[in-house]
């Protein structure tokens, strides 16, 4: 019989079992803005007064100081992003956009035959602008020394911004929810942080529905303002005769103006608050990060309003405050769920990064058109 003892030892140690993996505690991390509105009106009083004094040119680096400080005190998990950009590239972006507007209000006030070529020259240029930007804003934005990224290429810029508006015409806007779904497909599925692609599992319906019930909003409240106003105009128009009843005519049709203006940013921001809400709970960073919005259309409304009406009784001294009052309210409802640690993620995506050089945005040719 062989020895089962080779030196006192057993000849057979026994198999120890693999450890099992660790288990990823999920974890929620709100967002957070921790700057105030008097810091940032002395941010804003300055880059006004510059961008006046300069004649516009200070505006790329007001950008920057504003990008600046709202990045700094956006937190997750205790780290605030960081601005990267320069202002070089905002000027040479600011003086194309610029340029082009130049260009085509000269051509439209002095050659008005060539109003439309000069409109699509705009036209075509605009994707292209679109997309250089979103590079651009990408690559400048970084969170714990990591650079976001955008994945996205200027032929489906040209689909996404060119062809697809094209739909608008042929189906009597009926097609615009379908491009506006599309857009912030494109926009959201090419984004992602260092080597973590964003994914986007929406549908288009939901945007139909959404773009419905605005509509059906509009709807019940544009009848009763119609049918009152048809009542008054014809009460004024004859019961009053000469100046005071012209002067009363136009003072109901500023006010009718008046209300339809609110009422479209109502409608605008009814529809802000549901999309955001369901981009955001349809996107996913890789297999790690999960995005949560719960943003109330009511509350996003009053906050436009209100905002809104300070700014104008102001005399615009308080759009330091109303920008501040919107962002807070935004991030305090905007979180995300991760699978394990934001550090132990982010360690390793910084690992991947050093792997990552000579991104191609940063090339000669990026501009951030602000777009």
Known sequence: MQDDYVYGRPQYEP??????PPVLRTQVHRFEFTGSAGEYFRIWIVNVFLTIITLGIYAAW??????????ANTRLAEHGFEYLGQPIPILKGNLIVGGLFLIYSLVTNFAPLWASAAG???????????FQSMRFLAFNSSYRNIRFRFHGNLM???IHYALLPLLTIPTLGLAFPYIAFRQRQWVLGNAAFGSLKNKFLGTSGTFYSIYASAFGIGV???????????????TRATSLSGLGGISGIISLLISIYIVIIFG???LQQFVYARTVNYTLNQSRAGDFMVFNSDLRARDIMW??????????????LLSAWAKVRHVKYL?????????????????????????????AATDFFNVDVGL
């Open 303 to 316: 906050i436009r309003f209100s905002n809104l009406v300070a700014i104008i009784f102001s005399l615009g």
């Open 156 to 158: 489906d810029s040209y």
């Open 331 to 359: 991030l305090s409802h905007i979180s995300i769920t991760s699978k394990g640690d934001l550090d132990s993620i982010a360690a390793d995506l910084n690992d991947q990064q050093q792997s990552a050089l000579g991104d």
């Open 15 to 20: 198999q120890i079992p693999p450890a099992p």
């Open 62 to 71: 007001a950008k920057v100081r504003t990008r600046q400080y709202f990045y």
């Open 220 to 234: 019940l409240v544009a009848i009763p303002v119609f049918i009152t106003t048809q009542g008054l105009l014809t």
């Open 264 to 266: 479209s940013v109502f």
């Open 120 to 130: 699509l020259a705009l036209a075509v240029a605009f994707p292209y602008l679109i």
